[in-house]
């Protein structure tokens, strides 16, 4: 039940663009997205809901295709402050069920 | 601020030895919920609530008790820890369920010996 996400991790360097792929095996009602820096808490954001809405945050946006079962998270011209793991969380009545996560690494 | 108060933040204890970590939130979040967070296996649900007096088993709720008798606090109970329960925990709020976003606390390392 637990969303696949895709890659595992990722190396760039400042500017580049990344792409982080979230699926389901189950129908979602909204995806979660979260950023945790080493030793920190996961900070939220954004969500989407069902509908197959883009929506976007600085540099940062995502797209929800509900029919697929599946979100993709773009990082645009990619900033050293993006560093980190990111999880994605499909969300079914009520329940938030979290991806492994995928870590980002940003060289200068 | 806004903020979502775990404590505390680190705790060591020996097997078998009852104990409790704190969660409070001054947003007036309708639903908490709590994370472990182990390496390779992400966040995983504990226990959630939608509300006072309403609480619901998560993904891995063995082991581990909540009570949500007041709004703002979420409290995790371990009974009888066990070394397996040695891990980071998360509490979590939101306004309301799934539908928006989570605010964290900043964690609690646990280790059982």
């Known amino acids: 039940q637990q969303p696949v996400q895709s890659p595992q991790a990722v190396i760039l360097r400042e500017g580049e663009d990344a792409v982080i792929n979230c699926s389901s095996s189950k129908a979602l009602y909204s995806v979660h997205w979260y950023r945790q820096k080493h030793g920190e808490a996961p900070v939220f954001l954004m969500i989407?809901?069902?509908?197959?809405e883009q929506k976007g945050h600085e540099k940062i946006s995502a797209s929800f295709n509900e029919k697929k079962q599946q979100s993709s998270l773009y990082l645009t011209a990619s900033q050293l402050s993006y560093s980190g793991t990111y999880f994605c969380g499909t969300a079914r009545d009520d329940k938030i069920i979290f991806g492994k996560g995928t870590r980002l690494h940003i060289l200068p | 601020e806004a903020q979502v108060t775990q404590n505390p933040r680190y705790l060591i204890t020996v097997t078998g030895k009852k104990l409790t970590v704190t969660c409070s939130q001054n947003m007036n979040h309708e639903y908490m919920s709590w994370y472990r967070q182990d390496p390779g296996l992400g966040l995983r649900q504990i226990y959630y609530s939608m509300n006072v007096e309403v609480t619901d088993k998560g993904d891995v709720p063995e082991g581990y008790k909540v009570s949500r008798k007041e709004k703002r606090n979420f409290p995790l109970i371990l009974e009888s820890p066990s070394p397996n329960q040695t891990s980071l925990y998360f509490c979590?709020?939101?306004?309301?369920?799934?539908?928006?976003?989570?605010?964290f606390g900043s964690g609690t390392r646990l280790t059982v010996v």
């Open positions: 989407l809901l069902k509908g197959g």
């Open positions: 979590a709020s939101s306004f309301q369920g799934s539908g928006y976003g989570y605010t």
